[in-house]
């Protein structure tokens, strides 16, 4: 009799042990934050605006994190310009201008260079008295 019982009380023992390793959560894996590439260089993109001077207008762009900013300008000096710098993998933004009284140009470069034209309409133009322009980078 006490032989079964050391032999019930050591199987429950084991049991009771496996369940508990199967049973235990597995291991946390520590998730560091997002890490640029070893080369990876920041993006410029410059938003560039040629209107006729001494005439006003409204411009809109579109950050790089996709908010729209409003601006009021007098085209005193050539051409108005807004830089932003990011280090994500890709960058998009947007400007649209409307001025009274001439010709109007917009322009967008990424890290000083034209865009290619697949990755949106980088650079626009327009000759008429109320003269307004779009122009977008989707993808640099």
């Not at 950050?63 to 932003?84: A, K, L, N, S």
Request: hydrophobic letters at 35%.
């Amino acid at each position: 009799m006490p032989l079964v019982a050391v032999v019930a009380v050591s199987v429950g023992l084991v049991c009771m042990y496996k369940v508990h390793q199967f049973s235990e959560p597995e291991p946390v894996i520590t998730v560091n934050g997002p890490q640029a590439p070893e080369n990876f260089y920041p993006k410029r993109l410059t938003y560039e605006v040629y209107g006729p001077v001494g005439k006003a207008g409204k411009i809109v762009y579109v950050d790089i994190e996709g908010h729209p900013h409003p601006v009021d300008v007098t085209f005193t000096t050539q051409p108005w310009i807004h830089e932003e710098t990011t280090t994500l993998t890709v960058a998009s933004g947007s400007i649209s201008v409307h001025v009274h009284g001439g010709p109007l140009r917009c322009r967008m470069l990424v890290n000083g260079m034209p865009p290619p034209p697949e990755s949106g309409v980088p650079e626009a133009s327009d000759n008429h008295p109320d003269a307004d322009v779009e122009c977008r980078v989707k993808s640099a």
